[in-house]
């Protein structure tokens, strides 16, 4: 059995899209095109895709699927641009789009993985479309609640006081995403960039486990869209009821899963892995010492192992 990441692999086919409303998103197809279909959703939501998520799969045994979710990444149009339109940029609209694409690769189910954000989504989908999942794997798990993403805006304003009041410096009052993405769609670029920074700041104070400051915030195309279409999510509740998630997790009865958790992942404040275990019936929790909200040799080593098992 494999211990830690599989060997690095390049794309044997991808494209692009059309998913309708003006929108494309870039698709890539890896390991062995003969393999059990898998399907990798990514974080964020606005993260994009990256050639690590692609070392969790035995090249030789699944026929991986990844893609850039509505306007990040390489899907166009990109939310970095100043007249970007997220209106349809939803979660309803994200659940469409992995089965528009599952239908143009001619894939009748498959294993679903998500981490962070991409767990949201997965389990979104899994619930609505059961018949198509064969088994999941989440890690940095979430699902929507509005008590997880206040915990991320709020609540952890006491554990990193300093880092939290420069993020309160240029929303001082009302609701935080929102405020945000207000400045994000600010005429003036500068007050656009200065909120882009900031959000993306407050992000890396809250994983104080990971090595240093996230490269991806380096560029400013990066920052603009991650933090656009966070905050889009964030002030929209991502369109779900409150708690739905965990209130139709019996829906997934049948479907294998493993949450792998980081036991310093501060997300776990809230008890969401365990909630989500506890709701999920069949569902393995799998928790991994010394990791938070980023990935690590041990993370890495029991996602592995879960998809050998899966």
Known sequence: MVTGLHPETEPYRHGMLDVGDGNSLYWEECGNP??????????????????????????????????????????????????IDLSRNTTHHLVADIEALRTALGIESWLVSGASWGSVLGLVYAE???????????????TGRRLETDLLTRGLGAMFPEAYARFRELVPDGEIAAGYHRLLFDPDPEVRERAARAWCDWEDAIVPTA????????????????????????????????????????????IPG?????????????????????????????????????????????????????
């Open 34 to 83: 003969a393999g059990k279909p898998a399907l990798v959703l990514h974080g964020g939501p606005g993260s994009g895709c990256t050639p690590g998520a692609r070392r969790l799969f035995d090249p030789e045994r699944f026929r991986v699927v990844l893609f850039d979710q509505r306007n990040c990444g390489r899907s166009t149009p990109h939310a970095s641009e100043p007249d």
């Open 128 to 142: 609505r479309h059961p018949e198509r999942v064969t088994g999941m794997l989440h890690s940095g798990v979430a």
């Open 211 to 254: 090595p240093g400051p996230s490269p991806r915030y380096a560029s400013p195309e990066f920052r603009m869209a991650f933090a656009r279409i966070v905050t889009h999510y964030f002030a929209n509740g991502s369109w779900l009821a409150e708690g739905a998630v965990l209130r139709d997790a019996g829906k997934l009865a049948g």
């Open 258 to 310: 493993v949450i792998v958790q980081g036991v310093l992942d501060l997300s776990n404040l809230v008890g969401t892995p365990w909630e989500l275990a506890r709701a999920w019936p069949g569902a393995e929790l799998v928790l991994v010492d010394d990791t938070g909200h980023n990935n690590t040799p041990g993370l890495d080593a029991a996602r592995v192992a879960a998809l050998d098992r899966l």
